[in-house]
């Protein structure tokens, strides 16, 4: 999995569209994307402009585990 970011919110949009249903990826209000490697080449070929940030690191690939603080009894 590889961390992206696109160019600007009409590329983003486009390139969200584009990935729904043909990948998987995860992406967060702050415009960071994470994609599969071999979608890459498929963003690019679709004319979609990104920058590539790097390898995602664990924490992002992982969802947060959130365990509810017990109840008073």
């Not at 992406?27 to 994470?34: F, R």
């Not at 004319?47 to 790097?54: A, K, S, Y």
Request: proline share 8%; net charge positive; aromatic share 10%.
């Amino acid at each position: 999995m590889v961390s992206i970011r696109f160019t600007d919110e009409a590329a983003e949009l486009k390139g969200l569209g584009y990935l729904a249903g043909r990948f998987s990826f995860k992406t967060w209000d702050t415009g960071q994307t994470i994609v599969p490697e071999a979608a890459l080449a498929h963003l690019a070929r679709a004319g979609i402009r990104f920058t590539v940030e790097g390898p995602a690191t664990y924490d992002k690939l992982i969802p947060p585990f959130r365990n509810p603080p017990a109840s008073a009894v």
